[in-house]
Nanobody, 122 residues
Framework: QVQLVESGGGLVQTGDSLRLSCAPS????????MGWFRQFPGKEREFVAS????????YYATSVKGRFTISRDNTKNTVYLKMDSLRPEDTAVYFC???????????????WGQGTQVTVSS
């Protein structure tokens, strides 16, 4: 059973940066696309960013393009989401997910982490 574990969330101020990490507990990311999604209270999960295997092709939501960077270190079996210029509206629970293609559709990802809270204060 593949389990994904996110880390790196926390409370920051507007304009700060955070780097989220995602690693598998059991299983691997090798050969798979990875995605980051976020969820606001009472809302559906929304696409943030995705990256193909082995990397080099990335996609971003319009709201984060130019501020967030998705990357992967295949030697460490880890995916990252670097978030710069954070805004209060970025406050959400962030999830990583593993899938076959770097799609923006959450339903196409088979495995998900438990999520990590990111809170941006104004």
């Amino acid at each position: 059973q593949v389990q994904l574990v996110e880390s790196g969330g926390g409370l920051v101020q507007t304009g700060d940066s955070l780097r989220l990490s995602c690693a598998p507990s059991g299983g691997t990311f090798s050969g798979y696309a990875m995605g980051w999604f976020r969820q606001f209270p009472g809302k559906e999960r929304e696409f943030v960013a995705s990256i193909n295997w082995p990397g080099g092709v990335t996609y971003y939501a319009t709201s984060v393009k130019g501020r967030f960077t998705i990357s992967r270190d295949n030697t460490k079996n880890t995916v990252y989401l670097k978030m710069d210029s954070l805004r209060p509206e970025d406050t959400a629970v962030y999830f990583c997910a593993r899938g076959m293609t770097p799609t923006t559709q959450a339903s196409r990802y088979n495995y998900w982490g438990q999520g990590t809270q990111v809170t941006v204060s104004s």
